[in-house]
């Protein structure tokens, strides 16, 4: 490491109104938060503060050199105040640019060894090895380990489980064959590997390749990513391990179909998942060296009275709190999202560390996310870090005997993966198969298409997040199903008991493509008696055709309706003013001061059926509602007709 010597704080005996001598607390007690432009640093140096220049050559070690002067010296500065498991100083840095980009980072400022600081808004972090490859990197990956399989109650800590169908041998050393062993489901601990196949052709079993890999799988044959995983299988002395492309058959349909419907049980018997988190692609592999800026630099700093402490200064791993999809493209994929959330221990190589994460724990080399279960975050604290606390919260929300939590939780699931990317449009429900066999255990309710028996008008009324949702171009899901757009989906869930059902379900009709009824469908329909109002397509009157609700109703109750579609209409559907209609489904909040009506707005495909499809939601407020003179039960009702629909 470089040694940098600061010399001594003697010169300024006062406290530094600016930088507060990098003490948490003022003269007065008063918890001391840094805030400021580097312009006003620089002239604290100048008036000799050797705090505030300990900052600024800090700092200046990492601003890029194409800064140009005026951009560097109104650059913003200030400490991040989140109650973060990073326990030492946490600088952010904000500029935008004269071009008008905007660029942000963070620096790191940490001691090794706890109370051996002066400094006391400095506190303890960590290390990385560097290389995730290297045996500093697996003693670590060890320690995780051993600390889950002996002190955590996740699944299958020191338990023998069935072996999946097929596995890769791998043996124990680099000298032994790898084979593709066709088990009997004997008891055994196995890996399993989470990865982005890529664009380019991953290596995989076939009926023409199924005999040749039950002798002999080539090393030359396999990607980087593979090489890597089995390397990480061997040296934490595991023999088997299950891929995905080796271990199912990828030109058998019937061989996939079991094979994948069956993916909750592999993950979740798993030992141990391996995820080339940092990857796009089989040639990323699983194993990096870290950037230099990402190493700590040792700064050696003295006291008043002459006493030399080391303090740690790096670029911060997760600029902008970006622990999730933005720098690692493997949590962009939907299929790694149940992966993830069904094993019980995962292991991320990433682009600058590995990282760990369990039903009880999520930790990373840098100290920057490290939680355990029983710990309680700030809100903003457990946003910041939602992706790397996901597994913990999914156990404890499972693990929750409220249908309230479990509905949620649903919810939540749903916003997630919708807004992942899937190669194939038709894996919209097998890649989400296995959260939904988990959540059927604790929840003992029937799967439809995505929703739930017990929670069913809720669960319809899901929006899309932007016009950016389209449909698919072959059908996959009913048009009352979330799966059948593609796009972010979005609940507005909420608590209240205080609610009026309008509509009734009268039947639910979802048949699958296999025996599996997570898995792939042929056909669904939903029957439903409510209150039906017809209305027309129109622009929205309120917001410009650039905006989120780029639509209105107008409809022949005299109602006022908020509409949002859920995907782009056709050319020509608003000239033709379109004929809709809004189906009443339920009533939220109390009668004063305020509360609102949920609507699916649907259009006719077949007349003398009454067939429907979904295509939006529609709300109002509640002066928009009319009585119903004599009726108690409800303060307000639709004038509308009461109708049975079948929506497909």
């Known amino acids: 490491m470089t040694t940098i010597s600061l010399g001594s704080g003697k010169a300024l005996p006062e406290r530094c109104s600016l930088c507060n001598n990098l003490q948490r607390l003022d003269r007065n007690g008063r918890p001391w938060r840094f805030e400021t432009i580097i312009s006003k640093l620089e002239a604290s140096v100048d008036s000799g503060c050797q705090f505030c220049m300990f900052l600024l050559s800090s700092i200046d070690h990492f601003i890029p050199p194409q800064w140009e002067t005026q951009e560097r010296a109104r650059t913003y500065v200030y400490e991040y105040e989140a109650d973060l498991p990073f326990e030492g100083l946490l600088v952010c840095i904000d500029c935008y640019r004269a071009d008008g980009v905007r660029e942000q980072f963070a620096v790191d400022f940490f001691t090794l060894r706890p109370a051996t600081c002066p400094w006391t808004s400095i506190g303890v972090g960590s290390e990385i090895c560097g290389d995730t490859s290297s045996e500093a990197a697996f003693a670590k990956i060890s320690q995780w380990l051993r600390e889950c ?100 058959i990828q030109d058998s349909e019937e061989d996939w179909r079991i094979e994948s419907s069956k993916m909750a049980s592999i993950y979740e018997n798993s030992y141990l998942t391996v995820a080339a988190t940092k990857s796009g692609g089989g040639t990323g592999g699983c194993f990096s060296t870290a950037s230099p800026e990402y190493k700590a630099v040792e700064l050696i700093c003295d006291d008043d009275d002459g006493i030399t402490y080391p303090v740690y200064v790096r670029r911060n791993l997760h600029d902008n709190y970006n622990v999730g999809p933005g720098n690692n493209p493997l949590l962009k994929r939907g299929w790694v999202f149940q992966e993830r959330l069904l094993s019980p221990r995962v292991l991320h190589f990433g682009m600058q560390e590995v990282l760990w994460e369990c039903m009880e724990a999520a930790e990373c080399e840098c100290s920057y996310v490290k939680n355990k279960k029983e710990l309680q975050l700030s809100s903003v604290s457990e946003y910041l870090l939602r992706q790397m606390l996901g597994k913990i919260s999914h156990g404890i929300k499972l693990a929750s005997q409220s249908s309230q939590v479990l509905r949620g939780r649903w919810h939540e699931i749903v916003a997630e993966y919708s807004s992942l990317d899937l190669t194939f449009q038709k894996d919209i429900f097998p890649a989400l198969s296995g959260v939904a066999k988990q959540m059927q255990r604790v929840r003992g309710s029937k799967y439809l298409a995505g929703l739930w028996e017990d929670n069913l008008i809720e669960d319809l009324l899901w929006g899309t997040f ?17 799966a059948s757009v593609n796009g972010r989906i979005q609940y507005n869930s909420d608590s209240s008991e205080d609610k009026r059902i309008f509509a009734r ?33 129109c622009l929205n009157r309120r917001l410009d055709a650039t905006g989120v609700y780029r639509y209105g109703i107008e409809a022949d109750d005299g109602e006022d309706y908020d509409f949002k579609s859920d995907y782009t209409f056709p050319e020509g559907s608003v000239d033709k003013r379109e004929v809709l209609y809004c189906l009443w489904m339920r009533r939220k909040g109390s009668d004063n001061p305020y509360w609102h009506c949920d609507c699916l707005v649907l259009k006719c495909v077949d007349g003398a059926d009454q067939v429907y499809e979904r295509v939006g939601l529609a709300w109002l407020a509640k002066h928009h509602l009319s009585p119903l003179v004599g009726d108690d039960s409800l303060s307000f009702v639709p004038k509308a007709e009461l109708v049975t629909v079948r929506i497909r």
């Open 505 to 537: 379900i009268l039947d639910v009709q979802c048949v699958p493509l296999a025996p599996d009824s997570t898995a792939e469908l042929a056909s669904a329909t939903l029957v439903v008696s409510g209150y039906m109002a017809t209305a027309s397509l």
């Open 149 to 248: 399989t002996h002190n955590h109650t996740c699944y299958n800590g020191n338990r023998l489980t069935p072996l999946p169908k097929r596995v890769v041998y791998v043996g124990d050393s680099d000298g032994n064959q790898l084979r593709l062993y066709e088990t009997e489901n004997e008891p055994a601990k196995y890996m399993c590997l989470s990865h982005c196949w890529g664009t380019t052709q991953v290596t995989k079993t076939t009926t023409a390749s199924l005999r040749q890999y039950k002798n002999n799988i080539p090393w030359a044959d396999l990607s980087t990513t593979f090489r890597h995983a089995i390397t990480v299988t061997r040296k934490l002395g595991i023999q088997y391990i299950w891929i995905d492309s080796l271990c199912i």
């Open 466 to 482: 932007s016009l950016s949702a389209d449909r698919p171009s072959k059908w996959r899901a009913p048009t009352w199903s979330w």
